[in-house]
T-cell receptor
Framework: DAGVIQSPRHEVTEMGQEVTLRCKPI?????LFWYRQTMMRGLELLIY????????DSGMPEDRFSAKMPNASFSTLKIQPSEPRDSAVYFC?????????????FGPGTRLLVL | SQQGEEDPQALSIQEGENATMNCSYK?????LQWYRQNSGRGLVHLIL?????REKHSGRLRVTLDTSKKSSSLLITASRAADTASYFC??????????FGQGTILTVHP
């Protein structure tokens, strides 16, 4: 299995620019999660989808953040406009909701630096 | 807010010793999971214990859960240098949502 795939792995951008992070979940998984990890705030859940439908976006920090899941094999997290405080590692994870094991499988992360 | 609070925040031991990490949580959970993160990498699932279970083993890992105290512990026996990583507990709901703690940084010296 390829595991959860995220791209890009590293992104450096300037304040005000649009940033798009991409995620391909494990085939057959029906739940997808976006997390943000920083030293100050730890690992925060931003949003999660079940069967491509957003279930809980209460962790999305503000309107500058948006996420979509147009199909079962692809999701994007967009930040527009980006700010330096958005610098963090963004993880995507997928799982099979309703199975015996609700474990999540994490991608390698996208390390974002906003200058 | 973080569901789990790990204790200690950092732990340094010698190879061969046992490592114990504790986690407390605040709200009702369906299960409690432990994950490991190597520096610069994604999280890897280690073990899951359900709310109706009290103890679970997997290889060198032993997890306990006390729902009355809203706490869990992770024991790694006979630690190895390769166990050096950050360890996170996460409370899981029946909807699959996980809320992670701040983590414990474990360093195992050869």
């Amino acid at each position: 299995d390829a595991g959860v795939i995220q791209s890009p792995r590293h992104e450096v951008t300037e304040m005000g620019q649009e940033v798009t992070l991409r995620c391909k979940p494990i085939s057959g998984h029906n739940s997808l999660f976006w997390y943000r990890q920083t030293m100050m705030r730890g690992l925060e859940l931003l949003i999660y989808f079940n069967n491509n439908v957003p279930i809980d976006d209460s962790g999305m920090p503000e309107d500058r953040f948006s996420a979509k899941m147009p199909n079962a094999s692809f999701s994007t997290l967009k930040i527009q406009p980006s700010e330096p405080r958005d610098s963090a590692v963004y993880f995507c994870a997928s799982s099979t909701l309703g199975g015996q094991q609700e474990t999540q499988y994490f991608g390698p992360g996208t390390r974002l630096l906003v200058l | 807010s973080q569901q789990g609070e790990e204790d200690p925040q950092a732990l340094s031991i010698q190879e061969g010793e046992n490592a114990t990490m504790n986690c407390s949580y605040k709200t009702s959970i369906n299960n409690l999971q432990w994950y490991r993160q190597n520096s610069g990498r994604g999280l890897v699932h280690l073990i899951l214990i359900r709310s109706n279970e009290r103890e679970k083993h997997s290889g060198r890992l032993r997890v306990t859960l006390d729902t009355s105290k809203k706490s869990s512990s992770l024991l790694i026996t006979a630690s190895r240098a390769a166990d050096t990583a950050s360890y996170f507990c996460a409370g899981g709901t029946s909807y699959g949502k996980l809320t992670f703690g701040q983590g414990t940084i474990l360093t195992v010296h050869p």
